[in-house]
């Protein structure tokens, strides 16, 4: 049974960061696989944010671009997400994911880190 446990949100002011952490665990194919996080607005669909193969190619959506990087440490099955230069809009639950090929999102899901920025 895959294990993904977020961290890391908060509340943050416009301009400022967070770096949000995902640790899992419980299945030896979550050392293989991609990693991604996924964010989710109140009465909004949920939206891929970043994504990462282990080889450490990775994938942005478009309005992080520039602002937010991925990196995972893969001895340690962990995924972290750096979010600079935070907007309101950026406002939303996080979750961590394992990502299937073409960067769609699996089942297995994080519990969800609530991250509000502040204007």
């Known amino acids: 049974q895959v294990q993904l446990v977020e961290s890391g949100g908060g509340l943050v002011q416009a301009g400022g960061s967070l770096r949000l952490s995902c640790a899992a665990s419980?299945?030896?194919?979550?050392?293989?696989?991609?990693m991604g996080w996924y964010r989710q607005a109140p009465g909004k669909q949920r939206e891929l944010v970043a994504g990462?193969?282990?080889?450490?190619?990775?994938h942005y959506g478009d309005s992080v671009k520039g602002r937010f990087t991925i990196s995972r440490d893969n001895a340690k099955n962990t995924v972290y997400l750096q979010m600079n230069s935070l907007k309101p809009e950026d406002t939303a639950v996080y979750y961590c994911?394992?990502?299937?090929?073409?960067?769609?999102?699996?089942?297995?899901w994080g519990q969800g880190t609530q991250v509000t920025v502040s204007s």
């Open positions: 994911n394992l990502v299937l090929p073409g960067w769609r999102s699996s089942d297995y």
């Open positions: 990462i193969t282990t080889g450490g190619m990775t």
């Open positions: 419980g299945s030896i194919f979550t050392s293989i696989t991609a």
